[in-house]
C-alpha cells in the first residue's frame, strides 16, 4: 500500500492571510506535518478574522468577512472560529510563539532543526527583522527548503509596498481587463485571484524542489513572486498587449473567440451562462431555441460573423433564457454538447446533485467552531487517501510540538509558558487576553 | 541539474488547461512531448495573435502556453499512430490529457491500458466536471467554471449582469492545479512505484479554489449568510478603485489603516473629524464618516497622478496602488528592473514577448519557443 509523497516531511507554516496558509494546506493534503506557529502578541488581519475579538456592534457592520463565525458568534476564541481560517486549516499543528524575543527566536531555530520545509509570505523583511533570514536558517538546516512568497517579489523598486491581494493584482493588470465594457473600473468589487493562485503554485515549487533534494541532498530558497504567478493566467492578454499594444480593455462576460454571457433566467436574481466556441454548438443552440427565423442571417453563418453582431443575438438568446428557468436552459443545451450552466449561490452549490455525488462537501471538526461541511479536496485521485483531518485550536498542539518535535523537557517548558510564548488566544500588550 | 529534469510528460488533448499544466514541468526542465491532431491543437485557432496577423503558429495563446514543448503529430483516429502513442507512453513518466471522460478508453489508450505498457505511469485528466458524477459527460468553458463553480453571481453591480474575471483565468487555474496534483502523483510512482490516474475538474476549482469562494462557501455553512453582488463594495471605508488625475488607484481603508491615510492625506477637516470619533466611537458607523473621508480623500487623489498617489502613500504605509492595464504594465518599471519579459527569438514569427517564471530557484526556470506543429514528429517517432 502506498503512502502519500509528503509522508515524514516536515512543515513550519509561518504564513498570513490566504496564499500561504493555501500552500501549507495543500502540502498537509499530501501528507505532510504541517505546524503552524502564531504569535499571540500580534494579530495579523484577514487570517483568523478582521479584528481579534470584534465587538458584538461591529459583525454586522463589517460585511459579510467581519460576520463568517458559525451562528454569527465569535464566541470566546474567535481567532478560530473565523471561516477564513478554518478554510484552509485542517489537519495543522497550532503552536504559539513569540519571535520578536530572543528566546523565541532560539526556539524557531530549534524548530527549524527538525523541519523540512518553512513557508512563509510575510512582508519582505520580516524575516529578516525578526533575525531568521534564509542564510541564517540555513546555517541551523542546510537541507530546509524555504518558500518565500512576495506579492511583488522579493527585489525591483516596488518590492516592499503593502497591500492585500487586491492592490497588487489592480498594479499588475488583472483588475484592468476585469469589468463591464461600458463603465468605470470604480463600478466593480476588487478581484482576489493573486492569492489562490500562489497557493497551488507554491506547493507545486515545494514539492519540486524536495524531489530534487532527494537527489542533491540540500535544501534552497525559492521565491514566489504572487502576482507574476497570477498574471501568467492571463498571459495571452500580456503577448498581445506586447506585440500590439492593445490595452485590452474589458469585455464584460464576452471573449474574443467565443460567443458567450451570463443571460437572465426566470425568477429573481437567476442566471445561466452560455459559450458557443463553434458553428456545432451555434448549430445546437439555435435547434434547442426551435430554429428560429432570425438565426437564418448570413452573417450568422461563421463565428466571426457572430461575434461581430453579438448585440443584436444577445437580444434574441436573452429574451429565450428569460422565460426558462436557469436549470432548463443548462440540462437542455448541456444533452446537445453546449457549454451552459447555472450561476450558483453558496445554497445553490450545496444543494446540487453532482457536487453531492462527486463528495466535494466534507464534514470536519474544529476544535472551536463545531462540526461543519467544508470544500473537499481540490482534485481526485486513485493514489493514497489525501489527508483529511480535524481542525486544531490556537496554541492546543502546543505541548506537542514542543515537547515532542523540539525536546524540551518540562523545566524548559514552563520557562516558555513563563516567556509569554505559549497560550492559546491573543493578548494584549499588557499581557492579559484580548 | 534543473528542477524537474528527467520526467518526460505526454499531453494530449491540448487546451488551455491541460497545456498550461504541462508548461509548469517543460519551463523547470522536464521533457514535455505534446501530441497534436494533424489541425494542431485547438488554441492554435485562438485569439489574440502575434501581430493581430492570424496563423497556426501565431496565437498568443498557444505560444504562451507551449513554451519549451516539442510538438508530434498524430492521428489518433488512426490504429497506427495509437500504436506510436502507446509505444511513446511507454517510456514517459506523465500522461496528460484533457478528452472528454471515456475518450481515451474508446481509443483502446484508458487507463489500464496505458499501465499495460507503463505500469508507473501517472494519467491526469483534466475535464469540466470530472470523471463521474451526473455532469461528467458535460461541457464546460471558462465561464461556466466561474459562474457555476465560483462566486460570479456576487461580482459586479446589483442592477447588472454577474462579471466574470479577465480572459481564462479559472481555466488557468485549473491546469495550475493540475500541475500541482500530477507532481504529487508522480513522486508517489517514482518513489514507491505506484501508478494513479488524477482526475481534477475545471468546475470543482471553481468550488475549492479561486477568489473568495471558499470562504463564503464555509460562512453559508456557518450561518446561512450568502454573498450578494456587490457586498463588497461601499461601506463606510473605502474599498476598491477610486479616481487619480490620470487613471484609478485600487484602495482599501480599514479602521487599522485610517492613521495612515489621515498622514498620507494631511486634511485638516477630515482628521479633525477622526479626533472627535477617536473621543467618541459611536459617532464612527454613520454616513458622516464616510463624507469626512471622501472630502479629503477625493481631491488628494484627484490632484495626483496615480503613480504619485501610489508611492506617497505608501511611504505612510498605507496600501494603494495605482490600476494598469497589461500594455501599461508591459513597460512599467517595476517589472522591467525585475527583468520579468523575456523576449524569445521566433524564426516564422519574429521576437514574441514572453513572460517569466512563476517561482524562482536556482537552476530552476528556461524559456524556448513554443513549436511549430509537428516540428518535432520525425525526431520523436524516430527515436521509437
Known sequence: MAHLPLQ?????????????????????????????????????????????????EMISMMGILGSAYPDRDPGEKPWDRHAMFNMHARGKKLATLDLRKESGRELFLALVEKSDVLVENNNITVLEHLGIDPETLHKRNPNLVILRLPPLGQDGPYAGYLGLGAHFEAFAGVTAVRGYADSAPATTTSVFQMDPAAGATGAFAVLAALRRRAQTGTGEVIALPQVENEMLHLGEMYLDAASTGNPNAPMGNRDRNYLQGAYPAAGDDRWVSITIRSDADWAALIAEMGNPA??????????????????????????????????????????????????????????????AARGMLREIE???????????????????????????????????????????????????????????????????YV | MRLLEGIRVIELGGGIAGSYATKMFADYGAEVIKIEPPEGDETRRMAPYIGDVEGIDRSAVYLHNNTGKKSVVLDLNRESDRGSLKKLVATAGIVVESFKPGVLASWGLGYEDLLAVQPRLVLTSVTAFGQDGPYADYEGSELIYYGMGGPMLGNGTADREPLKLGGYMQVYQTGNVAALATLGAYLVAEEQGEPSHVDVSGFEVGL??????????????????????????????????????????QIMLTQAWLPRMLATIQDPDTTAYFAEVAANPALFPRIETKEAIDAGMYPWLLSRTKEEAMEQAQEHKWPVTSINSPAEVIHNKHFAARGFFHTVDYPAVGPVTHMGAPFHVDAGWDIAPAPKLGADTDAVLGSL
Open chain 1, 294 to 355: 432570425w438565426a437564418a442571417d448570413d452573417r450568422f453563418t461563421t463565428q466571426a460573423g457572430r461575434l461581430a453582431a453579438q448585440d443584436e443575438i444577445d437580444e434574441h438568446i436573452q429574451s429565450w433564457t428569460s422565460a426558462r428557468s436557469r436549470e432548463d436552459t443548462f440540462h437542455a443545451l448541456q444533452a446537445r454538447g453546449v457549454p451552459a450552466g447555472p450561476l450558483y449561490d453558496e445554497e445553490d452549490v450545496f444543494n446540487d446533485p453532482h457536487v
Open chain 1, 366 to 432: 474544529s476544535a472551536h467552531a463545531g462540526t461543519y461541511r467544508y470544500p473537499a479536496h481540490h482534485w481526485h485521485w486513485t493514489g493514497p487517501d489525501l489527508k483529511w483531518e480535524p481542525i486544531s485550536g490556537m496554541g492546543l498542539d502546543n505541548e506537542y510540538v514542543y515537547k515532542e518535535v523540539i525536546g524540551l523537557t518540562d523545566a524548559e517548558y514552563q520557562q516558555a509558558i513563563d516567556e509569554g510564548h505559549i497560550v492559546e488566544g491573543y493578548l494584549n500588550p499588557d499581557g492579559t
Open chain 2, 208 to 249: 475549492t479554489s479561486p477568489d473568495r469562494r471558499t470562504t463564503f462557501l464555509v460562512n453559508y455553512e456557518f450561518n446561512g449568510e450568502s454573498s450578494g453582488r456587490g457586498d463588497l463594495l461601499g461601506g463606510i471605508l473605502p474599498n476598491g478603485a477610486f479616481p487619480a488625475d490620470d487613471g484609478y488607484v
Open chain 1, 8 to 56: 515524514g516531511v516536515r512543515v513550519i507554516d509561518f504564513t498570513v492571510v490566504w496564499s500561504g496558509p493555501s500552500v501549507t494546506m495543500y502540502l498537509g493534503d499530501l501528507g505532510a506535518e504541517v505546524i503552524r506557529v502564531d504569535n499571540p502578541w500580534v494579530f495579523p488581519s484577514s487570517t483568523r478574522g478582521l479584528v481579534a475579538r470584534p465587538a458584538p
